[in-house]
């Protein structure tokens, strides 16, 4: 399984920008597909993740700006980011799980077994 991620970039605080993130050899129809993110000094974090029946989950800081979307003809997770912040800034990691992982472990990334090469998203203020 391969996952190409794109959309990163430098903004201001207040806009927005839309990640994607492409699979091959895993069909995100099925299996989870989610997004985590890391800051410098700071661990590896939930963002988002949406389950095979579009069923969405979100962190605390991301319910209300941040939208998680499939595009299952793309085969592509999507995340689109509004009223970014600065404290947004990290290097954003989609994941793919093998597992219909249940609600309860959706968000530990321990479960994840694909990841993503990581794309940056700096927020300025």
């Known amino acids: 399984v391969q996952l190409q991620a794109s959309g990163g970039g430098l903004v201001q605080a207040g806009a927005s920008l839309r990640l994607s993130c492409t699979a091959s050899g895993r069909t995100f129809s099925t299996y989870p597909g989610a997004w985590f993110r890391q800051s410098p000094g700071k661990e590896r974090e939930f963002v988002a993740a949406?389950?095979?029946?579009?069923?969405?989950y979100y962190s605390d800081p991301a319910r209300g700006r941040f939208t998680i979307s499939r595009d299952s003809a793309e085969n592509t997770v999507h995340l689109q980011m509004n009223n970014l912040k600065p404290e947004d800034t990290a290097v954003y990691y989609c994941?793919?799980?093998?597992?219909?992982?249940?609600?309860?472990?959706?968000?530990?990334?321990?479960?994840?077994?694909?990841w993503g090469q990581g794309t940056l998203v700096t927020v300025s203020s």
């Open positions: 994941a793919s799980s093998s597992l219909r992982l249940p609600s309860g472990l959706i968000r530990d990334s321990t479960r994840y077994g694909s």
């Open positions: 949406i389950r095979a029946g579009y069923m969405t």
